[in-house]
């Protein structure tokens, strides 16, 4: 007889054995599977759903069949409240269309009963010369333009309740911004029952994209595509309180010329089915390996506490990928998608990812995604370059073979989106300077530790010749340039002032505070404000009353210069004046003939000032602000004077030369 304790020994050895082989056995990858050698596909793609890894919602009887489930993902932090969940099944076809099919579950944050959902499909930006983006626009962006006849366009095919009850003819086209009759970019859509605040509601639908040829962030151009804003996309439900609101209710704009975006967080698993020899880039993280079937080749994507999902595509795409981790990254899996004209820049794009994440995480709190995805677009591919999306960015076009700093500088400057445009997530909208001024601050910031490279303040600053407030609607800059000028540079000085009058290590701790405060929670620019007074301990109301909420920038000048004959000496008069905003401790320096200097600061208070100075020798020339430490002033021309003009060459005799050169300045910052 077997002792008992041998019984116990072989039982569970062979249950062990019995458990390991069938645990095997299900998790062989299938894309390694031989669909001929078994007599049958690894699964079905007509039936199966892009369900998210144990995340899916129970789907009505009329929506989609039963499917296999996907593989289990690892437990991770809830990081947002996850308001939508998204589960699209995309198909790329010939001729440059999307297909797809979509369920969208959306939670009511609010309370008050809600009657209608509003979603924006983006791609009828591009359907004609007559939208609202296009009109504005005038079909260019960035310096591209949109080629003849390369429209797209999005049309929903079908959408329903979960109990399949159709609701295409409840939706209707709405313009609240201009009222552009030929704007087809967001859509409203009448429910058959009211949601309560707290209840969800799950629609389906499915719609067909053209895809336009790419010159605004999205599209396709050969055998390259970006898919970007491609899918049906909710708006956004502002509870009262959130970003300074007095009542709870949609936010709700059309696409625009100078406009990004704005999204809830929530969940998203897409399948997308691409020609077999595309290789995807994408937002997220497989749950599995790529499978080959019926001349196509199907991806599955996962992506949780993102506000946005987007893919690439191309059969050229020279892929290479490395892991990361530092003191401040847990660890994160660096994916590079090369255009074939690059493969010999690997080794810059990944030191440039690898540095910004570092920083990043170490200035603002650790990067929380597993992934990331750099994607360099084709030559011909431009407009797609320099964007951003959760987990994935679009770095500049490989249109040059050996780019200078601007490889590196748009790859920072990109995956510096990811805390402002991904986890903080402001409205792009609405406030576009607390994305893009915060990610040029700290672009700049990395460019100079990591590579050397100081900013001309002062002639940043001097480009923008037309300030204007910052919380402003991003259309309603009147051009790109004057858009660029403030959302980008004056939103950047802004923090350059602040910085300034604090100091690097009291400015860390305030944006650090402010990134871990708001991460996922859609802040205002009065957030900010209240985050810099909380840190600072003082108010700054003053300040960005002028500089955020007005359109003002710093303007000081010498006006006059008298020295006059004393027995014993010379006393000197000095006229200063304040001729745009408010700025604390100005500083002037005034020089004499005999070479001696002295240095005086200003209060700023009151429009101007007048020095009376007794010395042995006459004052040669004053200069405010010698060493350009006010970061936001934009006229440097009347900031210094010599005693040697006559009374008619005191207006200087540069300033023709001076005001052109600035004028010409300006004209390039976008």
Do not use: C
Not at 326 to 343: C, F, N, Q, R, T
Request: aromatic share 12%; proline share 6%; net charge neutral.
């Amino acid at each position: 007889m077997t002792p008992a304790r041998t019984k116990i020994v072989l039982l569970s050895t062979l249950a062990l054995g019995l458990l390991v082989g069938t645990l095997w056995f299900a998790w062989q990858p299938e894309s390694k599977s031989d669909p001929q050698s078994l007599g049958k596909p690894p699964y079905d793609s007509q039936s199966e759903s892009a369900l998210a890894p144990n995340m899916g919602k129970p789907l009505g009887a009329n929506i989609l069949p039963d499917v296999p489930q996907s593989p289990p993902q690892p437990a991770s932090e809830i990081l947002s409240k996850r308001v939508v969940e998204y589960h699209i099944d995309v198909s790329l076809e010939e001729g440059q269309v999307l297909r797809g099919t979509e369920t969208l579950t959306w939670k009511h944050p609010g309370t008050k009963t809600v009657n209608d959902l509003y979603l924006h499909l983006y791609p009828n930006a591009f359907s004609s010369m007559e939208t609202t983006f296009m009109k504005e626009s005038g079909g260019k962006l960035r310096g591209d333009t949109m080629p003849k006849n390369g429209f797209g366009s999005m049309t929903l095919t079908e959408l329903k309740t979960e109990d399949g009850l159709s609701l295409l003819h409840r939706t209707q086209y709405v313009q609240p911004d201009d009222g552009n009759v030929n704007d087809r970019s967001l859509m409203k859509v009448r429910l058959p029952k009211p949601v309560r605040g707290g209840e969800s509601i799950t629609l389906y639908m499915k719609f067909e994209v053209k895809l336009p040829a790419i010159f605004a962030r999205m599209g396709a151009t050969d055998d390259f595509v970006m898919a970007g804003q491609w899918f049906p996309k909710l708006s956004v439900y502002e509870t009262a309180g959130q970003r300074g609101r007095a009542e709870e209710g949609w936010n709700l704009h059309q696409y625009h010329g100078n406009s990004e975006f704005y999204a809830d967080f929530g969940i998203y698993s897409v399948r997308i089915r691409v020609p077999e020899t595309y290789i995807v880039a994408a937002t997220g993280f497989p749950t599995r390996g790529a499978v080959r079937q019926n001349g196509q080749k199907i991806y599955q994507f996962y992506a949780d506490d993102v506000h946005d999902f987007a893919w690439a595509a191309s059969p050229n795409f020279v892929a290479a990928e490395e892991p990361f981790s530092s003191a401040e990254v847990p660890g994160v899996k660096i994916k590079l998608y090369l255009d074939p004209s690059h493969k010999e820049l690997k080794g810059r794009y990944m030191s440039a990812a690898k540095a910004a994440l570092s920083y990043y995480s170490k200035w603002y709190g650790p990067y929380p995604y597993s992934t990331l995805s750099i994607v360099v677009p084709p030559k011909a591919g431009s407009g797609a370059g320099g964007m951003e999306y959760p987990t994935l960015i679009t770095a500049a076009a490989a249109d040059n073979l050996n780019p200078g700093y601007s490889l590196e500088r748009t790859v920072v400057h990109e995956i510096g989106h990811q805390y402002f445009y991904g986890m903080v997530a402001n409205n792009e909208f609405e406030e576009p300077w607390l994305d893009e001024g915060f990610t040029s601050y700290a672009e700049e910031r990395l460019m100079e530790q990591e590579y050397g490279l100081i900013p001309n303040l002062p002639l940043q600053s001097g480009q923008v010749s037309s300030p204007q407030p910052l919380n402003r609607e991003s259309w309603k800059y009147g051009s790109a340039i004057k858009y660029a000028q403030n959302a980008y540079s004056r939103g950047k000085l802004v923090l350059r002032g602040i910085e300034r009058q604090v100091g690097v290590k009291k400015m860390d701790r305030i944006m650090r505070t402010y990134v871990q405060t708001y991460r996922f929670k859609h802040p205002s620019s009065q957030d900010f404000q209240r985050i810099v007074e909380r840190v600072t301990g003082r108010s700054w109301s003053h300040y960005f009353e002028q500089y955020v909420y007005d359109g003002q920038m710093a303007d000081f000048s010498v006006d006059r210069i008298t020295n006059r004959k004393l027995a014993n000496g010379y006393e000197a008069t000095i006229t200063l004046s304040k001729k745009g905003a408010d700025y604390p401790k100005v500083p002037v320096q005034v020089t004499f003939k005999d070479g001696t200097t002295i240095f005086k600061a200003w209060d700023g208070m009151g429009k101007s000032t007048t020095y009376r100075l007794k010395s042995a020798s006459p004052v040669s020339h004053v200069i405010v602000d010698p060493l350009y430490t006010i970061a936001l002033e934009n006229k440097h021309i009347n900031n210094s004077l010599k005693d040697e003009l006559n009374e008619k060459t005191q207006t200087r005799w540069s300033i023709s030369v001076t005001k052109l050169l600035e004028t010409l300045l300006g004209s390039l910052s976008w």
